[in-house]
């Protein structure tokens, strides 16, 4: 993947040079919080995404060090994509945007019962998820 230029070193410039497409942020709401890991898994999603979009959005998250792939234990040939620490660490950010589309949008299809968690305990939940991601990456 090309080196992307940066526009500024404004630190919503930073993360949109990363995030800045819907595309980006819906595959690591897949690993995150549907345990998708494998490039087939992501094509099925709802949302519908291409080939080519997916391989380039799984390279630049790469490149930035927000996933990581490796060979599947089970079937060598297969890639294995996972968050890094650097996504794990994602997660209050993806929280917040699920709050804010549980809020402000009828038809958001969120579960009520995650809606409640985070509202109970948000800081709780998040390490939660946070460590059950880290315990996938067989990290301490």
């Not at 919080?33 to 630049?60: P, V």
């Not at 997660?91 to 709050?99: F, T």
């Not at 968690?117 to 990456?137: A, H, N, P, T």
Request: charged content about 30%; aromatic content about 10%.
């Amino acid at each position: 993947m090309k080196e992307i230029k940066r526009k500024s070193d404004c630190p919503i410039n930073f993360a949109l040079e990363i995030f800045g497409d819907k595309w980006t942020f819906l595959i690591v709401r897949d690993i995150m919080f549907k345990g998708k890991h494998f490039y087939g898994e992501f094509l099925l999603s709802e949302e519908g995404i291409a080939t080519n979009i997916l391989s380039d959005r799984l390279s630049l998250l790469e490149s930035n060090g927000i996933v990581s792939k490796s060979s599947d234990p089970s079937h060598k040939q297969k890639i294995k994509y996972s968050l890094t620490q650097k996504g794990i660490d994602l997660v209050p950010l993806l929280v917040e945007y699920i709050m804010w589309s549980a809020k402000y949008d009828k038809n958001s299809a969120v579960e009520m019962k995650f809606v409640k968690s985070v509202k109970q305990d948000k800081v709780g939940l998040i390490s939660q998820i946070s460590s059950r991601l880290v315990e996938e990456l067989g990290v301490s």
